[in-house]
């Protein structure tokens, strides 16, 4: 058996977060009790920030939970891990990933690759363009024959907890706040049941916009309006914060133009999603309208959303995993102890 990761904050954010108990230290939580009942009493904590862990301890929880009884029920020693990052991630993140698993697991193996190459791979394609969007970083990912290629990625950090914030500003202008970390999930769950991506925000502005009523934990019910368009406009729209950033439009067609002439009408042509944030209602057709006014006119444009996107990184990850020409791919305990961090960079994917 290979244990897969995927170190994003998105895959890991329902089940995995790092919570304390309020006015109390956070080394640890009684385990009797379960979270998602209790998590009103708690303050929750997220490691990762745009891909990038900023708490290696509380990742480190994350990871011998997944161990655990309460999961996968089995001894880290005993199975190789593949662990896979979103691109143009800091290299020393890497090598700390790579320092836990061979260091505090003592795996025996550990293989690290590119979300947006898996999730290509899930969709049985070996060339194409990834653009995969979660819960911290938005990426546009050229692939030609398996391979990445570097000099066309593109990368912003506007993604699913973004607009779960914007959300929540927008909420609190109409008079509805959350001010918790607990009420923070709240607002994502808001987000994920009730907002959609409009194919014309300016007309969608000018109507009147139809309310869905959400009931709160509380029991009391709140009723959402243009909020439901509004919060996802963020990922077409980064200036509606004041950030700088591409939109995700121009983040796929900017990555295709930086790649070689000669693949520009195969990847326009092979488009895949991936991803939770690319999950909202209208997402698809949204970026088709805005691909065609950026694209050359004579270019076909094709859009693949699997249903299962939210884990085609899973998916492409366990089919890799399963390839026998894949064991030759793993870094060894035993290369990583010669080599160290040399040996993950000379094997990353």
Same mark, same amino acid.
């Given at each position: ?167 929540? /500003? /927008? ?179």
């Amino acid at each position: 058996m290979v244990v897969l990761f995927r170190a994003d904050e998105g895959a890991a954010s329902k089940k995995a977060e790092s919570r304390c108990w309020r006015g109390a230290g956070c080394s640890s939580w009684p385990s009797h009790l379960p979270l998602q009942e209790h998590r009103g009493l708690l303050a929750i904590r997220y490691p990762m920030e745009h891909g990038v862990v900023r708490d290696w301890n509380d990742m480190e929880r994350i990871w011998q939970y997944v161990y655990s009884k309460d999961q996968l029920q089995t001894f880290s020693e005993e199975h190789p891990v593949l662990l896979t990052e979103a691109p143009l991630n800091p290299s020393k993140n890497r090598e700390k990933a790579a320092e836990v698993f061979f260091e505090t697991f003592n795996v025996p193996a550990l293989f690290i690759s590119m979300q947006a190459v898996l999730s290509l791979y899930a969709t049985g394609r070996t060339t194409g363009v990834v653009l995969d969007s979660g819960d911290g970083v938005t990426h546009a990912v050229p692939i030609y024959e398996g391979f990445a290629m570097p000099h066309s990625i593109m990368r912003v950090d506007i993604a699913g907890r973004d607009v779960s914030r914007y959300l929540r /500003l /927008l909420l609190r202008k109409e008079g509805v706040d959350f001010h918790t970390s607990a009420e923070f999930e709240v607002v994502r769950t808001i987000k994920e049941r009730a907002c959609y991506l409009s194919i014309n925000p300016q007309k969608d502005e000018a109507l009147e916009t139809e309310k869905v009523q959400y009931t709160l934990p509380d029991g009391s019910v709140l009723d959402v309006g243009p909020a439901r368009f509004r919060a996802p406009e963020l990922l077409f729209q980064p200036d509606l914060v004041g950030d700088e950033s591409e939109g995700l439009h121009e983040v796929l067609v900017f990555a295709i133009h930086k790649s070689d002439m000669d693949l520009r009408r195969t990847l326009f042509a092979n488009i895949v999603l991936s991803g939770g944030s690319t999950l909202f209602k209208g997402f698809g057709d949204r970026l088709l309208s805005e691909v065609k006014k950026l694209a050359p006119k004579d270019v076909k444009i094709k859009i693949s959303a699997p249903q299962e996107r939210l884990y085609s990184t899973w998916i492409g990850g366990s089919i890799l995993a399963s390839l026998d020409t894949f064991k030759k791919m793993w870094v060894s305990k035993k290369e990583y102890e010669e080599d160290g961090s040399r040996a993950i960079h000379r094997k990353t994917f």
